[in-house]
């Protein structure tokens, strides 16, 4: 097996080769004058099993063609095999035209990657709300959906130092995250309802009108992306008024961009009275402190 990491995926690619024993490619990748991607592998393929492990969570418009060249390009070299994890899907939360004169851009997206014609994909936490599965866009091509939730959570509970916590799930579609996440750490869960008006700007409340069943607790949020914080800081309002003690976040995906770009959504965050935020690796930030590697490591033994 010859495990190759794109651009943003290098060091994990590095961490899985190593856990697993097996080979890392070398892939070169650099640009022209005018910005295109130049990539070139420098290993023979024919007739081998190959990774690739590319997160797009940061400047995904570059990571999604570099994607498109690295597959195509070991597909062209008659690997027996081409399995991607791609943790952070690059569009998968336009998985709706919301406006008249918007194009429906995941599914154009899915449609490009399934003309590959690869032979895996696996996402972390993909973020789906008004599709239920990704083989609904993505069809010939087998797709599998992991978490990484469950190693969020167990950091949490062996590191943050909580008294009698909870877990919060911001909006409706964090059910899924909140419920794994609580079981995890062996405490109950519950949910909030979030009403989104613009890519920055959301309003929570709490189910029902209901008091969230906060009292005193020290409490958990969990969701899959923190893009510009907008969602955590409205629900830390709604969860500090119900008399939260200590309050730790977590999520899969840290992009954590400001709305500008002097803004900082990691400072808005613990200014909102957060103690402790933690992601993942899979968008390599200051809060990464658990990495997806073992995820991905133990999905490909699994699997061999
Ligand atoms: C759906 O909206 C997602 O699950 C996240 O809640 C969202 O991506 C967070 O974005 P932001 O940090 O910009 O509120």
């Not at 799930?169 to 059910?175: A, C, I, L, V």
């Not at 899959?224 to 008024?241: F, N, Q």
């Amino acid at each position: 097996m010859i495990i190759y990491g794109g651009s943003t995926g290098q060091v994990l690619a590095a961490q899985v080769a190593n856990k697993l024993g097996a080979k890392l490619g070398k892939l070169e990748i650099t640009k022209f004058p005018d910005g295109e991607k130049y990539i070139r592998y420098h290993d023979k393929v024919e007739n081998e099993d190959v990774v690739l492990i590319h997160p797009m969570g940061l400047t995904p418009d570059e990571l999604f063609i570099e994607y498109l060249l690295i597959c195509s390009a070991l597909k062209d070299g008659k690997a027996k095999s081409i399995v991607t994890f791609v943790p952070y899907f690059a569009y998968a939360r336009q998985d709706s035209r919301f406006n008249p004169g918007e194009p429906g851009s995941f599914h154009l997206v899915s449609k490009i990657i399934d003309d590959l014609g690869i032979d895996m994909i696996y996402t972390i936490d993909l973020h789906l709300q008004r599709v239920n599965d990704l083989s609904e866009l993505i069809k010939n091509t087998p797709t599998k959906n992991l978490s990484a939730v469950p190693d969020i959570a167990t950091w949490i509970k062996n590191n943050a130092g909580l008294n009698n916590p909870i877990v919060l799930g911001p909006d409706e579609e964090s059910e899924q995250w909140a419920k794994v996440a609580a079981e995890t750490i062996g405490v109950d869960y519950e949910i909030m309802i979030k009403t989104r008006y613009s890519a920055t700007e959301v309003s929570i409340t709490t189910k029902e009108g209901k008091p969230l069943p906060v009292n005193g607790k020290d409490v958990v949020i969990i969701d899959d992306i923190i893009s510009s914080g907008g969602t955590i800081i409205e629900a830390v309002k709604l969860v500090k008024e119900a008399g939260a003690g200590k309050i730790v976040v977590g999520c899969t995906h840290p992009v954590l961009r400001g709305k500008t770009q002097f803004d900082s959504a990691l400072a808005n965050i613990y200014n909102s009275g957060v103690s402790i935020v933690v992601g993942t690796d899979s968008v390599p930030s200051q809060v990464s402190y658990v990495s997806i590697a073992s995820v991905i490591a133990k999905t490909l033994q699994n699997n061999s």
